[in-house]
């Protein structure tokens, strides 16, 4: 069976992300500070957190915020603002075909799929890709960052599924993104290309192997598709791809006697209740997944200072629930002493400024656990 056009199958049990919304992502990293690329002249300098550790210094409490699927307006509408107030930059995970209005879907073709077949929907009306082409512009021009979701969202049960795809079929994937892209640039994009720097595959779903030589091939240094039991330091893949992995932390969630989840809001939404709307149970649903991201950041903060995933979709599953969550955490975490809500690109440049020696010690710690 082969759900074309709804929701992704939901395969492997814990995995899932999915992004079922129209939604795009955010823009390049740059934002907090000194981009050299010609669309940052002029941008503010350098955040003062960007700097070499002094000696015994502890590192800041990264916290990632992401979005996959990156094309929602009402969305990119309620989080912009928001980052703004508390000096956040998120990531966007960018599904490439929601660059690609409905009327020219045909001109993808998913590895092993027929050509105007996905997961998720198409772009919609060129009027609907025109507004979330300037969303992502907005987005880019505050200093947040865009990555790739790919684009057909193919998981498990929806075959052949990304975990099955060859290092050919990865690349073929990728090209269509790069192309949706550069297709939308002629349409006002201003994304610059090489600014895409890494992404997430759907579901979490793919082989790393097959996935890092198409990814290094298209200029992608980082991946944040992998799990970790716990809250870990990023670190280069074998150093042999030149691709840094963030891990999306699977921790322990307080409100489920202690059962591990991957940190990502339909993971958590399926460890709740199968991942079956329910909006009679949107405030307990949030309150659930925020104390899982306030337990999961003082665990970090308290140990390892390891960066914090967080994991989510433009989406409005179960009355909201985990938006609003994900809302809340930002608004209350971004702010705090020692705390910094920024981009991938952002902490792989802050990475590179300490010294190697002082980095590996941290590295060597246990990931944070959530007790
Ligand atoms: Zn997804």
């Known amino acids: 069976m082969r759900r074309r056009w709804g929701p992704i199958v939901t ?67 309620r989080i912009l603002p928001l980052a703004e107030k508390v000096n956040a930059h998120v990531t966007g ?49 505050r200093g947040h960052e865009i990555g790739t979701h790919y684009n057909g969202h193919f998981c498990a049960g929806n075959e052949p599924s990304g975990g099955r795809w060859s290092t050919t079929q990865w690349t073929a994937e990728l090209d269509q993104f790069f192309g949706f892209v550069r297709d939308a640039a002629t349409r006002g994009l201003l ?31 980082y991946d944040t598709s992998l799990t970790s039991e716990g809250i870990a330091w990023p670190q280069l893949h074998n150093g042999i791809w030149g691709i840094w992995e963030f891990r999306v932390p699977v921790v322990r969630v307080p409100a489920l006697a202690g059962k591990k989840v991957i940190m990502m809001d339909y993971n958590l939404w399926y460890s709740l209740n ?13 309150a659930v997944t925020l104390d899982t991201y306030r337990a999961a950041y003082q665990a ?12 989510n979709h433009f989406n409005d599953w179960s009355g909201g629930a985990f938006s609003n969550a994900t809302e809340q955490f930002m608004t209350e975490v971004c702010v705090r002493e020692h705390t910094v809500c920024t981009t991938y690109s952002q902490v792989i440049r802050w990475m590179k400024l300490q010294d190697p020696e002082v980095l590996d010690t941290f590295r060597t710690m246990p990931p944070a656990q959530v007790t």
Not at 37 to 59: I, T, V, Y
Not at 276 to 285: G, L, V
Not at 300 to 311: D, F, I, M
């Open 300 to 311: 970090a903060l308290n140990t390892n200072r390891a960066p914090l995933t967080v994991g």
């Open 191 to 221: 994304v610059a290309e090489d600014r895409i720097k890494g992404g997430r595959v759907p579901c979490l779903e793919g082989d790393f192997e097959a996935l890092a030589p198409a990814m290094a091939a298209h200029g992608l240094t």
């Open 274 to 286: 199968g991942a079956r709307e329910d909006p009679s149970r949107d405030k307990e649903f949030t």
């Open 11 to 77: 395969g492997v049990a814990l995995a899932l992300t999915f992004a079922v919304l129209i939604g795009l992502g955010t823009v390049g990293p740059g934002a907090d500070g000194d981009d050299t690329s010609p669309a940052a002249q002029g941008a503010p300098a350098p955040p003062s957190w960007m700097r070499k550790l002094d000696a015994g210094e502890k590192p800041p409490q990264f916290v990632l915020f992401s979005f996959d699927g990156a094309g929602s307006h009402d969305h990119w509408r």
């Open 93 to 141: 995970f960018l599904s490439g075909i929601y660059l690609l209005p409905d009327a020219r879907r045909g001109e993808y073709a998913g590895p092993g799929h027929d050509p105007g077949h996905a997961a998720i929907s198409f772009g919609g009306s060129e009027e609907e890709v025109a507004t979330r082409i300037a969303d992502l512009n907005d987005a880019v021009a």
